[in-house]
């Protein structure tokens, strides 16, 4: 839910509008309201989205964080494919790496693996 956010919610409504690609970056300080999800990507044409998760903790990302994300993504149309992708600094747990291995529309991404692009 955003509340006294009309001219963000307008730029956002014609930037969707516009025909081709966009790309719109929301940065600031943490914590004062830019978004829950780190990243929101989609395709209107075919109804393609990717949510993402960045963590720079030292502590591996586990699989309640899929949950979170698979709750937010109401954000998507109702019969819409959504792709995860997970960004972590310190790696991820066995079991978030099995659930990857038998998904695939999550995808995970750990520093090094960022640093060689």
Do not use: H
């Amino acid at each position: 839910m955003f509340i006294g956010r009309e001219i963000e919610l307008n730029y956002f409504e014609n930037k969707y509008n516009t025909p081709g690609g966009q790309l719109v970056v929301l940065y600031g300080r943490r914590r004062i309201g830019k978004t829950e999800i780190d990243i929101v990507a989609f395709d209107k044409s075919s109804d393609n989205y990717i949510l993402g998760e960045c963590k720079f903790r030292n502590s591996e990302m586990d699989v309640e964080i899929i949950a979170q994300l698979t709750e937010k993504s109401s954000i998507a149309k109702k019969d819409a494919t959504i792709n995860y992708m997970l960004f972590s600094k310190s790696g991820f747990t066995q079991k978030l790496i099995d659930l990857a291995k038998n998904n695939n529309n999550l995808k995970l991404f750990s520093l090094s693996d960022v640093l060689k692009y």
